[in-house]
């Protein structure tokens, strides 16, 4: 079978169109029915730091790691390895290329799980699971288990994984960092790198920004498309956004309605400013009711990190 035929067969089989990500999860009564509106929407929205009282989350880079947390505040970083380290005092040493077994990659994960929940991270941005050739380099690991094992390993340290980019930049050119419009393919083996994540139970994955012919025309962050592949996959969790601040903030509104409308539970921002108009552009929302499938999510990814009950600012 070519590989075109087969990557055919797996979008069949887990069903590419059909229903809306937005129907799968019916709303129970619980804590959900004792938040405002600026309370759900203030949990799908991860800004940089210095942020508000109240927000959702937090992402820590290396030049404001020592500013103060909002309480309540879920904490994420990018600590991959390598260069890429909000920490570079702490595990792991080695880029994802340098692993040479899952065995290794496991242990560097766990090192890496251990010292960061001691530093207050719930969540790392990590690790990368796109195909090795892609344009992130280093970053990329040599066999896609290296990847799920520093994932597992991350788990058995104490904190949470989201594992990124969904659904692979190992067929782009640059990174999204790098163009305003990147283009990729979907591949089995990513794919089924994505689903062996997921059924290892990772809680959290990252969309990325990439354009695939298959979602049409949108980045698949943007994309209903995207969300619903991911959800075909199995996955229950938290999606999160790539960071949606390399658009700029004339498009911070914007960016926050698409995501959530399209399927993401949380929007990750690197501008705080950007991050609370986010806020106030999802209130709307919220008050229809359109958040609470997605604030489920982020109440049982917070629960299962041990994340104490947000703080919310009025």
Known sequence: MSALLALLAVLAAIGLGGSSVFGEERARPGPLARLSAREKASLLVVSGLPARRGIGGVIVRRWDRDQPR?????????????EVR???EVPPDV?????STAGEARTAGEATGRSLRKLGVDLDLAPVLDASGGPLG???FEHPASGVAFARGLAAGGTGACVKHFPGLGTARVSTDESPRVKARLTVRELATFRAAIRSGVPCVMVGHAVYPRFGVRRASFSPRAYRLLRRLGFRGVA????????GSDDAVYAARSAVRAGADMVLYTNAPDAERAVRALVPLARSGALDVHVRRVLRLRHELGVAPAVIGR
């Open 70 to 82: 909002p309480p309540g505040a879920l904490v994420v970083a990018d600590q991959e390895g390598g």
């Open 86 to 88: 909000a920490f570079p």
């Open 95 to 99: 880029a994802a290329a340098g692993y």
């Open 138 to 140: 280093s970053r990329h």
């Open 240 to 247: 999160m956004t790539d960071s949606v601040s390399v658009f």
